[in-house]
């Protein structure tokens, strides 16, 4: 009974991490794109990042849903509603871009946070980059608000730039340490 349950648990929570390790690919991509081309068209860039608020949102609820007993995931289905709506928001709503994104990072930050604090509870040492990560995180959402006019898509791509390599390696770490709290 046991070995059945957590060869469920171990098999969503690398669906979980997979999928996270994809967004994070993704909005890299994306960064990389928004920084090297500003000049880019505001409304393309509302609706590129809308569309992945809104991924990254059903991944988030997906991941709540799935979660099993993996308590990491106990609160995506509050981050994914929220930043499905912001989604929605940053795709019809181009002016307030800045807003969607800052709003974005600091709901990512606080999950980050949430996270850590999830990991140290289990001991594990990498519950201080992901402390770190949600800080950061905050801090890229607190000057996505003060951005206005071209500069918010440069500063869009640093942020989905960062947050993809942030996530990525935050995702990495958990997924090769997972054994000291998923086992």
Do not use: H
């Not at 060869?7 to 690398?14: D, H, L, R, S, V």
């Not at 890299?28 to 609706?47: A, H, R, Y």
């Not at 709506?85 to 980050?112: D, E, P, R, T």
């Amino acid at each position: 009974m046991f070995d059945k349950l957590f060869g469920e648990a171990k098999g969503i929570f690398n669906a979980i991490t997979m999928l996270d390790i994809i967004v994070s690919i993704i909005y890299i991509l994306i960064g990389v794109l928004f920084f090297t081309n500003p000049e880019g068209n505001n409304t393309f860039v509302s609706i590129v990042t809308g569309f992945l608020l809104i991924i990254n949102g059903g991944s988030a609820m997906f991941s709540y849903f799935r979660r099993g007993s993996i308590e990491l995931y106990n609160y995506n289905l509050i981050v994914g509603i929220a930043l499905f709506i912001l989604g929605v928001i940053a795709m019809f709503l181009g002016k307030v871009l800045s807003i969607a994104l800052g709003l974005y990072f600091i709901v990512a930050g606080a999950q980050k946070i949430s996270y850590s604090f999830l990991l140290k509870k289990f001991n594990e040492n990498s519950w201080i980059f992901n402390l770190v990560v949600g800080i950061l995180f905050i801090i890229l959402g607190a000057t996505a608000f003060f951005t206005d006019g071209e500069k918010v898509i440069e500063v869009a791509g640093i942020c989905l730039l960062g947050y993809g390599v942030m996530n990525l390696v935050s995702t990495i770490l958990l997924r090769k340490r997972s054994k000291y709290f998923i086992a």
